[in-house]
Protein backbone atom coordinates (compact mmCIF):
# COMPACT_ATOMS: atom_id res chain seq x y z
CA UNK A 1 0.00 0.00 0.00
CA UNK A 2 1.90 3.52 -1.17
CA UNK A 3 1.54 6.34 1.10
CA UNK A 4 3.19 9.20 1.28
CA UNK A 5 5.68 9.67 4.70
CA UNK A 6 5.63 13.46 4.70
CA UNK A 7 2.14 13.91 4.00
CA UNK A 8 1.62 11.07 6.69
CA UNK A 9 3.84 13.19 9.23
CA UNK A 10 2.60 16.29 8.31
CA UNK A 11 -1.21 15.36 8.91
CA UNK A 12 -0.15 13.63 12.48
CA UNK A 13 2.26 16.46 13.67
CA UNK A 14 0.91 19.84 12.32
CA UNK A 15 -2.65 19.04 11.39
CA UNK A 16 -3.85 17.18 14.00
CA UNK A 17 -3.09 18.31 17.11
CA UNK A 18 -1.39 22.05 16.24
CA UNK A 19 2.02 20.97 17.77
CA UNK A 20 3.93 23.61 17.84
CA UNK A 21 7.95 23.77 18.26
CA UNK A 22 6.62 26.19 21.10
CA UNK A 23 5.95 24.62 24.43
CA UNK A 24 3.65 26.94 25.89
CA UNK A 25 0.86 25.35 26.67
CA UNK A 26 2.53 22.28 27.15
CA UNK A 27 4.58 23.15 30.03
CA UNK A 28 1.94 25.21 31.84
CA UNK A 29 0.06 21.83 31.73
CA UNK A 30 2.44 20.11 32.78
CA UNK A 31 3.82 22.04 35.76
CA UNK A 32 0.20 21.93 37.33
CA UNK A 33 0.62 18.34 37.66
CA UNK A 34 3.57 19.37 40.23
CA UNK A 35 1.61 22.29 42.02
CA UNK A 36 0.62 21.71 45.60
CA UNK A 37 -2.22 23.07 45.57
CA UNK A 38 -3.37 20.65 43.26
CA UNK A 39 -2.39 17.31 45.05
CA UNK A 40 -3.57 18.63 48.43
CA UNK A 41 -7.02 16.95 50.05
CA UNK A 42 -9.50 19.71 50.79
CA UNK A 43 -9.04 20.50 54.75
CA UNK A 44 -12.90 21.23 56.06
CA UNK A 45 -12.53 22.99 58.89
CA UNK A 46 -13.45 21.83 62.17
CA UNK A 47 -14.34 24.71 64.52
CA UNK A 48 -17.92 24.75 65.97
CA UNK A 49 -20.77 26.78 63.09
CA UNK A 50 -24.16 27.73 63.42
CA UNK A 51 -26.63 25.20 63.26
CA UNK A 52 -28.17 26.02 60.02
CA UNK A 53 -24.34 25.46 58.69
CA UNK A 54 -24.18 21.99 59.70
CA UNK A 55 -26.11 20.35 57.16
CA UNK A 56 -24.00 22.07 54.07
CA UNK A 57 -20.81 21.16 55.30
CA UNK A 58 -21.77 17.95 56.10
CA UNK A 59 -23.19 17.41 52.56
CA UNK A 60 -19.66 19.17 51.26
CA UNK A 61 -17.82 16.62 53.47
CA UNK A 62 -19.50 13.53 52.41
CA UNK A 63 -19.63 14.96 48.83
CA UNK A 64 -15.78 14.93 48.87
CA UNK A 65 -15.80 11.46 50.33
CA UNK A 66 -17.54 10.54 47.05
CA UNK A 67 -15.09 12.49 44.82
CA UNK A 68 -18.13 14.83 43.57
CA UNK A 69 -15.70 17.52 44.29
CA UNK A 70 -18.16 19.75 42.38
CA UNK A 71 -20.98 19.90 44.83
CA UNK A 72 -18.42 19.96 47.76
CA UNK A 73 -17.05 23.50 46.07
CA UNK A 74 -20.20 24.99 45.79
CA UNK A 75 -21.20 24.06 49.31
CA UNK A 76 -18.21 25.17 50.92
CA UNK A 77 -18.01 28.06 48.81
CA UNK A 78 -21.16 29.40 50.40
CA UNK A 79 -20.22 28.47 53.90
CA UNK A 80 -17.19 30.35 53.16
CA UNK A 81 -18.75 33.54 52.27
CA UNK A 82 -21.22 33.35 55.09
CA UNK A 83 -19.20 32.62 57.99
CA UNK A 84 -15.95 34.72 56.90
CA UNK A 85 -13.88 31.20 58.67
CA UNK A 86 -10.23 31.18 57.25
CA UNK A 87 -10.03 27.28 57.98
CA UNK A 88 -13.59 27.12 54.92
CA UNK A 89 -11.59 30.01 52.84
CA UNK A 90 -8.86 27.99 52.59
CA UNK A 91 -10.14 24.96 51.78
CA UNK A 92 -12.22 26.54 49.22
CA UNK A 93 -8.92 28.03 48.00
CA UNK A 94 -7.79 24.51 47.47
CA UNK A 95 -10.35 22.78 45.52
CA UNK A 96 -10.95 25.56 43.54
CA UNK A 97 -7.53 25.15 42.15
CA UNK A 98 -7.79 21.40 42.07
CA UNK A 99 -10.88 22.11 39.95
CA UNK A 100 -9.12 24.74 37.76
CA UNK A 101 -11.96 27.15 38.91
CA UNK A 102 -9.92 29.90 38.42
CA UNK A 103 -11.95 32.44 39.32
CA UNK A 104 -12.99 31.10 42.62
CA UNK A 105 -9.69 30.67 42.94
CA UNK A 106 -8.28 33.56 42.78
CA UNK A 107 -10.64 35.36 45.26
CA UNK A 108 -10.55 32.66 48.19
CA UNK A 109 -6.54 32.27 47.88
CA UNK A 110 -6.53 36.65 48.25
CA UNK A 111 -8.74 36.49 50.97
CA UNK A 112 -6.80 33.66 52.65
CA UNK A 113 -3.94 36.01 52.09
CA UNK A 114 -5.44 38.92 54.30
CA UNK A 115 -5.64 36.78 57.39
CA UNK A 116 -2.23 34.80 56.86
CA UNK A 117 -0.12 36.83 54.22
CA UNK A 118 3.15 34.84 54.91
CA UNK A 119 1.02 31.43 53.47
CA UNK A 120 3.56 30.54 50.43
CA UNK A 121 0.75 28.20 49.30
CA UNK A 122 -2.19 30.84 49.31
CA UNK A 123 0.41 32.85 47.37
CA UNK A 124 0.85 30.05 44.70
CA UNK A 125 -2.56 29.19 44.11
CA UNK A 126 -3.38 33.04 43.71
CA UNK A 127 -0.18 33.15 41.26
CA UNK A 128 -1.32 30.09 39.57
CA UNK A 129 -5.03 30.72 38.66
CA UNK A 130 -4.11 34.52 37.53
CA UNK A 131 -1.53 33.12 35.11
CA UNK A 132 -3.99 30.62 33.90
CA UNK A 133 -6.69 33.28 33.58
CA UNK A 134 -4.18 34.93 31.26
CA UNK A 135 -2.98 37.58 33.87
CA UNK A 136 0.98 36.75 34.51
CA UNK A 137 1.62 40.05 35.45
CA UNK A 138 -0.25 40.41 38.30
CA UNK A 139 0.66 36.68 39.10
CA UNK A 140 4.68 37.10 38.79
CA UNK A 141 4.58 38.99 42.58
CA UNK A 142 2.65 36.45 43.96
CA UNK A 143 4.86 33.44 42.18
CA UNK A 144 8.18 35.86 43.32
CA UNK A 145 6.87 35.60 46.79
CA UNK A 146 6.04 32.09 47.06
CA UNK A 147 10.19 31.51 46.66
CA UNK A 148 10.62 34.29 49.28
CA UNK A 149 8.79 32.54 51.47
CA UNK A 150 10.71 29.07 51.27
CA UNK A 151 7.96 27.41 48.89
CA UNK A 152 8.11 25.80 45.58
CA UNK A 153 8.10 28.47 42.31
CA UNK A 154 6.59 27.63 39.11
CA UNK A 155 8.00 30.10 37.01
CA UNK A 156 7.57 27.99 34.05
CA UNK A 157 4.14 28.20 33.61
CA UNK A 158 4.23 31.85 34.70
CA UNK A 159 6.30 32.47 31.38
CA UNK A 160 4.05 29.96 29.16
CA UNK A 161 1.06 31.92 29.82
CA UNK A 162 3.17 35.11 28.91
CA UNK A 163 3.78 33.70 25.66
CA UNK A 164 -0.11 34.19 24.68
CA UNK A 165 -0.20 37.57 25.83
CA UNK A 166 0.39 40.66 23.86
CA UNK A 167 4.02 41.75 23.13
CA UNK A 168 3.72 44.39 26.00
CA UNK A 169 3.02 41.53 28.37
CA UNK A 170 5.81 39.17 26.89
CA UNK A 171 8.61 41.83 27.10
CA UNK A 172 7.91 43.22 30.61
CA UNK A 173 7.54 39.29 32.00
CA UNK A 174 10.49 38.62 29.98
CA UNK A 175 12.74 41.37 31.67
CA UNK A 176 11.15 40.74 35.25
CA UNK A 177 12.25 37.07 35.43
CA UNK A 178 15.60 37.98 33.26
CA UNK A 179 16.21 40.29 36.58
CA UNK A 180 15.31 37.47 39.05
CA UNK A 181 17.48 34.76 37.68
CA UNK A 182 20.30 36.87 37.46
CA UNK A 183 19.38 38.17 41.31
CA UNK A 184 18.80 34.05 42.11
CA UNK A 185 21.26 32.49 39.48
CA UNK A 186 20.60 28.85 41.26
CA UNK A 187 16.64 28.98 40.91
CA UNK A 188 16.10 26.36 38.74
CA UNK A 189 12.45 27.19 38.03
CA UNK A 190 13.50 30.45 36.77
CA UNK A 191 16.34 29.60 34.30
CA UNK A 192 14.08 27.29 32.54
CA UNK A 193 10.96 29.80 32.45
CA UNK A 194 13.74 32.17 31.22
CA UNK A 195 15.24 29.76 28.82
CA UNK A 196 11.24 28.77 27.42
CA UNK A 197 11.18 32.90 26.86
CA UNK A 198 14.26 32.68 24.97
CA UNK A 199 13.24 29.82 22.65
CA UNK A 200 9.90 31.61 21.88
CA UNK A 201 11.94 34.69 21.15
CA UNK A 202 14.07 32.27 18.05
CA UNK A 203 17.45 32.33 20.28
CA UNK A 204 18.27 29.52 20.65
CA UNK A 205 21.65 29.25 21.23
CA UNK A 206 20.54 31.38 24.37
CA UNK A 207 17.94 29.12 25.29
CA UNK A 208 20.24 26.25 25.12
CA UNK A 209 22.82 27.37 26.83
CA UNK A 210 20.34 28.58 29.42
CA UNK A 211 18.57 24.67 29.94
CA UNK A 212 21.67 23.06 29.77
CA UNK A 213 23.38 24.94 32.98
CA UNK A 214 20.02 23.34 34.69
CA UNK A 215 20.86 19.67 33.29
CA UNK A 216 24.45 19.86 34.06
CA UNK A 217 23.03 20.27 37.71
CA UNK A 218 19.73 18.17 37.07
CA UNK A 219 20.23 15.71 34.09
CA UNK A 220 16.86 14.34 33.90
CA UNK A 221 14.78 17.46 34.53
CA UNK A 222 11.46 16.88 32.47
CA UNK A 223 10.69 20.52 31.52
CA UNK A 224 14.57 21.19 31.15
CA UNK A 225 14.74 18.27 28.24
CA UNK A 226 10.95 19.84 26.73
CA UNK A 227 12.84 22.71 26.03
CA UNK A 228 16.49 21.56 25.08
CA UNK A 229 14.57 19.13 22.69
CA UNK A 230 12.43 21.45 20.88
CA UNK A 231 14.70 24.04 20.95
CA UNK A 232 16.89 22.03 19.08
CA UNK A 233 14.03 21.04 16.19
CA UNK A 234 13.91 24.75 15.89
CA UNK A 235 17.48 25.11 14.82
CA UNK A 236 16.54 22.02 12.47
CA UNK A 237 19.22 19.68 14.37
CA UNK A 238 16.63 16.65 14.14
CA UNK A 239 19.43 13.71 14.67
CA UNK A 240 20.47 15.24 18.16
CA UNK A 241 17.42 16.29 18.85
CA UNK A 242 15.98 12.40 18.30
CA UNK A 243 19.16 11.29 20.34
CA UNK A 244 18.09 13.63 23.36
CA UNK A 245 14.45 12.92 22.94
CA UNK A 246 15.15 9.00 23.47
CA UNK A 247 17.27 10.18 26.69
CA UNK A 248 14.47 12.35 27.99
CA UNK A 249 11.71 9.47 27.78
CA UNK A 250 13.67 6.81 29.45
CA UNK A 251 14.74 9.49 32.15
CA UNK A 252 10.96 10.31 32.65
CA UNK A 253 8.94 7.18 30.96
CA UNK A 254 5.65 8.80 32.17
CA UNK A 255 6.21 12.29 31.03
CA UNK A 256 3.55 12.29 28.15
CA UNK A 257 4.65 15.44 26.30
CA UNK A 258 8.30 14.22 25.79
CA UNK A 259 7.15 10.33 24.45
CA UNK A 260 4.65 12.18 22.20
CA UNK A 261 7.21 14.43 21.17
CA UNK A 262 9.73 11.35 20.62
CA UNK A 263 6.99 9.41 18.69
CA UNK A 264 6.11 12.33 16.25
CA UNK A 265 9.63 13.05 15.28
CA UNK A 266 10.27 8.99 14.35
CA UNK A 267 7.67 9.70 12.26
CA UNK A 268 9.45 12.79 10.84
CA UNK A 269 12.17 10.28 10.46
CA UNK A 270 10.47 7.57 8.52
CA UNK A 271 10.79 4.82 12.19
CA UNK A 272 7.57 4.20 11.73
CA UNK A 273 7.66 0.63 13.96
CA UNK A 274 9.38 2.64 16.69
CA UNK A 275 6.99 5.29 16.24
CA UNK A 276 4.26 2.62 16.57
CA UNK A 277 5.62 1.00 19.65
CA UNK A 278 5.44 4.84 21.37
CA UNK A 279 2.11 5.88 20.71
CA UNK A 280 1.09 2.21 22.24
CA UNK A 281 2.85 3.12 24.94
CA UNK A 282 1.08 6.42 25.05
CA UNK A 283 -2.38 4.85 24.58
CA UNK A 284 -1.32 2.40 27.58
CA UNK A 285 -1.12 5.50 29.63
CA UNK A 286 -3.59 7.85 28.50
CA UNK A 287 -6.50 4.67 26.93
CA UNK A 288 -9.47 7.94 26.79
CA UNK A 289 -6.84 10.14 24.51
CA UNK A 290 -8.32 10.39 21.05
CA UNK A 291 -5.21 12.35 19.73
CA UNK A 292 -3.12 9.72 20.33
CA UNK A 293 -5.54 6.71 19.13
CA UNK A 294 -6.05 8.33 15.90
CA UNK A 295 -2.32 9.10 15.15
CA UNK A 296 -1.64 5.43 16.19
CA UNK A 297 -4.52 4.40 13.21
CA UNK A 298 -2.74 6.46 11.25
CA UNK A 299 0.63 4.84 11.69
CA UNK A 300 -1.07 1.69 11.45
CA UNK A 301 -2.57 2.80 7.96
CA UNK A 302 1.15 3.56 6.43
CA UNK A 303 2.90 -0.25 7.98
CA UNK A 304 -0.39 -1.77 6.08
CA UNK A 305 -1.85 -3.35 9.98
CA UNK A 306 -5.00 -2.93 8.22
CA UNK A 307 -6.66 -4.83 11.20
CA UNK A 308 -5.63 -2.62 13.73
CA UNK A 309 -5.97 0.50 11.61
CA UNK A 310 -9.83 -0.23 11.23
CA UNK A 311 -10.47 -1.42 15.00
CA UNK A 312 -9.04 2.13 15.67
CA UNK A 313 -11.22 4.15 13.31
CA UNK A 314 -14.55 2.33 14.46
CA UNK A 315 -13.43 3.05 18.31
CA UNK A 316 -12.72 6.55 16.76
CA UNK A 317 -16.26 6.40 15.16
CA UNK A 318 -18.43 5.89 17.92
CA UNK A 319 -17.28 9.43 19.12
CA UNK A 320 -18.95 12.13 16.18
CA UNK A 321 -16.25 14.65 16.88
CA UNK A 322 -13.52 12.04 16.98
CA UNK A 323 -14.64 10.82 13.78
CA UNK A 324 -14.86 13.42 12.04
CA UNK A 325 -10.86 14.58 12.58
CA UNK A 326 -10.49 11.20 11.00
CA UNK A 327 -12.37 10.65 8.65
CA UNK A 328 -10.76 14.53 7.27
CA UNK A 329 -6.91 13.37 8.13
CA UNK A 330 -7.93 9.90 5.60
CA UNK A 331 -9.39 12.36 3.33
CA UNK A 332 -6.05 14.37 2.87
CA UNK A 333 -4.06 10.97 2.90
CA UNK A 334 -6.40 10.09 0.18
CA UNK A 335 -6.07 13.13 -1.82
CA UNK A 336 -2.42 12.91 -1.45
CA UNK A 337 -2.74 9.24 -3.27
CA UNK A 338 -5.04 11.10 -6.01
CA UNK A 339 -7.85 8.14 -4.68
CA UNK A 340 -10.36 10.94 -5.56
CA UNK A 341 -13.33 8.38 -4.77
CA UNK A 342 -12.14 7.84 -1.35
CA UNK A 343 -11.16 10.92 -0.57
CA UNK A 344 -14.86 12.60 -1.77
CA UNK A 345 -16.30 9.66 0.90
CA UNK A 346 -14.25 10.53 3.66
CA UNK A 347 -14.51 13.87 3.59
CA UNK A 348 -18.03 13.70 3.82
CA UNK A 349 -18.39 11.84 7.31
CA UNK A 350 -16.22 15.15 8.52
CA UNK A 351 -19.48 16.73 9.65
CA UNK A 352 -18.30 18.27 12.30
CA UNK A 353 -16.21 21.75 13.11
CA UNK A 354 -13.86 22.78 12.95
CA UNK A 355 -12.91 19.84 10.13
CA UNK A 356 -15.95 20.66 8.18
CA UNK A 357 -14.97 23.89 6.75
CA UNK A 358 -11.99 22.71 4.93
CA UNK A 359 -13.79 19.36 4.39
CA UNK A 360 -16.41 20.97 1.94
CA UNK A 361 -13.95 23.01 0.33
CA UNK A 362 -11.98 20.18 -0.72
CA UNK A 363 -15.30 18.33 -2.01
CA UNK A 364 -16.24 21.36 -3.73
CA UNK A 365 -13.11 21.35 -6.01
CA UNK A 366 -12.51 18.05 -5.68
CA UNK A 367 -16.21 17.25 -7.38
CA UNK A 368 -15.83 20.37 -9.70
CA UNK A 369 -12.43 19.02 -11.55
CA UNK A 370 -13.11 14.89 -11.38
CA UNK A 371 -16.94 14.78 -12.00
CA UNK A 372 -17.85 18.51 -13.53
CA UNK A 373 -19.99 21.01 -12.88
CA UNK A 374 -23.14 19.79 -12.00
CA UNK A 375 -22.39 16.65 -10.56
CA UNK A 376 -20.37 19.17 -7.92
CA UNK A 377 -23.57 21.10 -7.12
CA UNK A 378 -25.61 18.46 -7.25
CA UNK A 379 -23.42 16.94 -4.45
CA UNK A 380 -23.02 20.04 -2.60
CA UNK A 381 -26.98 20.23 -2.85
CA UNK A 382 -27.74 17.01 -1.36
CA UNK A 383 -25.12 17.69 1.24
CA UNK A 384 -27.05 20.83 2.43
CA UNK A 385 -30.01 18.36 2.27
CA UNK A 386 -28.14 16.40 5.05
CA UNK A 387 -26.56 19.18 7.07
CA UNK A 388 -29.28 22.10 7.53
CA UNK A 389 -26.40 22.94 10.19
CA UNK A 390 -23.70 24.11 7.53
CA UNK A 391 -25.85 24.99 5.01
CA UNK A 392 -25.08 28.45 5.00
CA UNK A 393 -21.63 27.76 3.90
CA UNK A 394 -22.51 25.00 1.43
CA UNK A 395 -24.77 27.61 -0.62
CA UNK A 396 -21.22 30.21 -0.87
CA UNK A 397 -19.63 26.85 -2.50
CA UNK A 398 -22.48 26.54 -4.60
CA UNK A 399 -22.62 30.18 -5.45
CA UNK A 400 -18.49 30.17 -5.79
CA UNK A 401 -18.85 27.49 -8.56
CA UNK A 402 -21.65 29.00 -10.74
CA UNK A 403 -19.46 32.52 -10.31
CA UNK A 404 -16.79 30.54 -11.95
CA UNK A 405 -19.13 29.64 -14.27
CA UNK A 406 -20.53 32.98 -15.17
CA UNK A 407 -23.70 31.99 -14.34
CA UNK A 408 -24.48 35.19 -12.60
CA UNK A 409 -28.29 34.81 -12.83
CA UNK A 410 -28.41 31.08 -11.58
CA UNK A 411 -26.08 32.56 -8.80
CA UNK A 412 -28.16 35.32 -7.60
CA UNK A 413 -31.25 32.81 -7.71
CA UNK A 414 -29.63 30.61 -5.55
CA UNK A 415 -28.09 33.18 -2.87
CA UNK A 416 -31.64 34.44 -2.68
CA UNK A 417 -32.92 31.24 -2.07
CA UNK A 418 -30.05 30.89 0.67
CA UNK A 419 -31.17 34.50 2.76
CA UNK A 420 -34.69 33.00 2.77
CA UNK A 421 -33.28 30.68 5.33
CA UNK A 422 -30.61 33.05 6.53
CA UNK A 423 -31.94 36.89 6.32
CA UNK A 424 -29.60 38.48 8.41
CA UNK A 425 -26.10 36.35 7.52
CA UNK A 426 -23.69 39.06 5.92
CA UNK A 427 -21.56 36.61 3.93
CA UNK A 428 -25.03 35.36 1.64
CA UNK A 429 -26.04 39.48 1.60
CA UNK A 430 -22.40 40.04 -0.13
CA UNK A 431 -21.86 37.62 -1.82
CA UNK A 432 -25.39 38.08 -3.33
CA UNK A 433 -24.11 41.53 -3.67
CA UNK A 434 -21.81 40.55 -5.96
CA UNK A 435 -23.68 38.51 -8.31
CA UNK A 436 -26.52 41.68 -8.20
CA UNK A 437 -23.57 43.93 -9.64
CA UNK A 438 -22.53 40.83 -12.68
CA UNK A 439 -26.16 41.39 -13.68
CA UNK A 440 -26.31 45.43 -13.52
CA UNK A 441 -28.92 45.36 -10.26
CA UNK A 442 -27.69 48.45 -8.69
CA UNK A 443 -30.37 48.06 -6.35
CA UNK A 444 -30.17 44.94 -5.11
CA UNK A 445 -26.92 45.57 -4.79
CA UNK A 446 -27.22 48.78 -2.64
CA UNK A 447 -29.81 46.97 -0.59
CA UNK A 448 -28.02 43.68 0.58
CA UNK A 449 -24.79 45.98 1.03
CA UNK A 450 -26.60 48.73 3.21
CA UNK A 451 -28.63 45.83 5.17
CA UNK A 452 -24.85 44.84 5.87
CA UNK A 453 -23.84 48.11 7.00
CA UNK A 454 -27.22 48.37 9.52
CA UNK A 455 -25.73 45.42 11.40
CA UNK A 456 -21.60 46.57 11.10
CA UNK A 457 -21.38 50.03 9.99
CA UNK A 458 -17.45 49.91 10.01
CA UNK A 459 -17.17 46.97 7.31
CA UNK A 460 -14.13 47.76 5.47
CA UNK A 461 -15.68 45.05 2.90
CA UNK A 462 -18.76 46.19 2.33
CA UNK A 463 -18.01 49.86 2.32
CA UNK A 464 -15.45 49.19 -0.15
CA UNK A 465 -17.54 46.78 -2.50
CA UNK A 466 -20.69 49.71 -2.55
CA UNK A 467 -18.32 52.62 -2.94
CA UNK A 468 -16.79 50.41 -6.20
CA UNK A 469 -20.06 49.66 -7.70
CA UNK A 470 -21.22 53.41 -7.17
CA UNK A 471 -18.72 54.41 -9.28
CA UNK A 472 -18.72 51.81 -11.95
CA UNK A 473 -23.02 51.81 -12.38
CA UNK A 474 -23.71 55.53 -11.07
CA UNK A 475 -22.80 58.92 -11.37
CA UNK A 476 -22.88 58.88 -7.44
CA UNK A 477 -19.36 59.48 -7.28
CA UNK A 478 -19.07 61.59 -3.86
CA UNK A 479 -20.94 59.25 -1.99
CA UNK A 480 -19.16 56.26 -3.96
CA UNK A 481 -15.65 58.01 -2.80
CA UNK A 482 -17.14 59.23 0.86
CA UNK A 483 -17.95 54.90 1.10
CA UNK A 484 -14.37 54.12 0.04
CA UNK A 485 -12.90 56.75 2.11
CA UNK A 486 -14.47 55.06 5.05
CA UNK A 487 -13.23 51.89 3.89
CA UNK A 488 -9.58 52.56 3.61
CA UNK A 489 -9.50 54.37 7.37
CA UNK A 490 -10.12 50.69 8.28
CA UNK A 491 -7.99 49.16 6.03
CA UNK A 492 -5.18 51.43 4.81
CA UNK A 493 -3.00 49.23 3.45
CA UNK A 494 -5.89 46.83 1.37
CA UNK A 495 -4.86 47.14 -1.93
CA UNK A 496 -8.90 46.10 -2.68
CA UNK A 497 -9.46 49.48 -1.33
CA UNK A 498 -6.46 51.21 -2.79
CA UNK A 499 -7.55 50.28 -5.98
CA UNK A 500 -10.98 50.94 -5.01
CA UNK A 501 -10.44 54.77 -4.31
CA UNK A 502 -7.46 55.41 -7.03
CA UNK A 503 -10.50 54.33 -9.63
CA UNK A 504 -13.44 56.92 -8.19
CA UNK A 505 -10.56 59.27 -7.96
CA UNK A 506 -9.76 58.26 -12.08
CA UNK A 507 -13.31 58.31 -12.62
CA UNK A 508 -14.10 62.46 -10.85
CA UNK A 509 -10.91 62.92 -13.36
CA UNK A 510 -8.29 63.55 -10.81
CA UNK A 511 -5.55 61.38 -12.87
CA UNK A 512 -2.66 62.57 -10.90
CA UNK A 513 -4.21 62.04 -7.58
CA UNK A 514 -5.57 58.81 -8.84
CA UNK A 515 -2.28 57.46 -9.55
CA UNK A 516 -0.12 56.91 -5.99
CA UNK A 517 -3.34 54.79 -4.77
CA UNK A 518 -3.12 52.32 -8.15
CA UNK A 519 0.17 51.99 -8.13
CA UNK A 520 0.40 51.15 -4.17
CA UNK A 521 -1.96 48.30 -5.15
CA UNK A 522 -0.40 47.06 -7.98
CA UNK A 523 2.61 47.22 -6.11
CA UNK A 524 0.92 44.69 -3.83
CA UNK A 525 -0.82 42.27 -6.33
CA UNK A 526 -0.52 41.92 -9.86
CA UNK A 527 -4.41 41.78 -10.25
CA UNK A 528 -5.82 42.14 -13.82
CA UNK A 529 -8.72 44.56 -12.48
CA UNK A 530 -5.97 46.73 -10.85
CA UNK A 531 -4.25 46.68 -13.72
CA UNK A 532 -7.03 48.10 -15.86
CA UNK A 533 -7.41 50.86 -13.64
CA UNK A 534 -3.56 51.89 -13.14
CA UNK A 535 -2.83 51.49 -16.65
CA UNK A 536 -5.98 53.77 -17.63
CA UNK A 537 -4.54 56.24 -15.34
CA UNK A 538 -0.52 56.15 -16.93
CA UNK A 539 -2.23 56.46 -20.56
CA UNK A 540 -4.25 59.60 -19.37
CA UNK A 541 -1.51 60.72 -18.17
CA UNK A 542 0.63 60.23 -21.22
CA UNK A 543 2.74 57.89 -20.11
CA UNK A 544 1.91 55.09 -22.58
CA UNK A 545 5.20 52.82 -22.10
CA UNK A 546 4.26 52.37 -19.16
CA UNK A 547 0.41 51.97 -19.54
CA UNK A 548 1.05 49.43 -21.88
CA UNK A 549 3.32 47.79 -19.76
CA UNK A 550 1.09 47.57 -17.04
CA UNK A 551 -1.94 46.08 -19.21
CA UNK A 552 0.86 43.27 -20.34
CA UNK A 553 1.48 42.49 -17.04
CA UNK A 554 -2.08 41.71 -15.86
CA UNK A 555 -2.57 39.93 -18.87
CA UNK A 556 0.20 37.47 -17.86
CA UNK A 557 -1.76 36.60 -14.90
CA UNK A 558 -5.26 36.39 -16.66
CA UNK A 559 -4.93 36.04 -20.48
CA UNK A 560 -8.47 36.68 -21.29
CA UNK A 561 -8.90 39.87 -18.91
CA UNK A 562 -12.11 41.48 -20.48
CA UNK A 563 -12.19 44.40 -17.84
CA UNK A 564 -8.39 45.12 -19.63
CA UNK A 565 -9.55 44.50 -23.22
CA UNK A 566 -12.56 46.64 -22.50
CA UNK A 567 -10.21 49.44 -21.25
CA UNK A 568 -7.96 48.70 -24.38
CA UNK A 569 -11.31 49.02 -26.88
CA UNK A 570 -12.70 52.48 -25.08
CA UNK A 571 -9.38 54.36 -24.87
CA UNK A 572 -9.07 53.12 -28.87
CA UNK A 573 -5.65 51.64 -27.97
CA UNK A 574 -4.19 49.61 -30.68
CA UNK A 575 -2.73 46.69 -29.88
CA UNK A 576 -0.72 43.94 -31.76
Not at 423 to 437: G, I, K, T, V, W
Not at 486 to 499: C, G, S, V
Amino acid sequence: MHRHLYALSTAIILALSGCSMLPQSDTAADAATSEPAATKAARPATRPFPEDSFFDLLVAELSLRNRDFDTALTNYRQQAEKTGDPGLIETTARLADFLNEHETATIFAKRWLEHDPQSSEAHFILASALSRLNRPLEALPHMQRVRELGGEANFAALAATALSGSEHVRETVFEKLQASSKANPNDTSLRIAVALMLQYRQQEEEALAQVRRVLMEDPDNAHALLIETRTLKQLNREDEMLERLKYAVDANPRYKRLRHDLARALVKASDLYQAKAQYEVLLQQSPQDSDILLELMLVNRELSIDDEAAEQLETLNKDPSQSSRAHYVLGRLAEEDRDWKKALSHYQHATNSPEFNEASKRIASISLHTEGVEPALKRLSELRSQLPDHADLLYLLEAEILRKESAYERGFALLSEALQQFPDNQQLLYARSLFAERVGDLDAVERDLRKILDQDPDNAAALNALGYTLANLSSRLDEAEELIKRALAQEPDDPAILDSYGWVLLRKGQVKEALPYLERAFKETKDDEIAAHLGEAYWLLGREDDARETWQTGLKSTPDSQIIYRTLQRLNVVTD
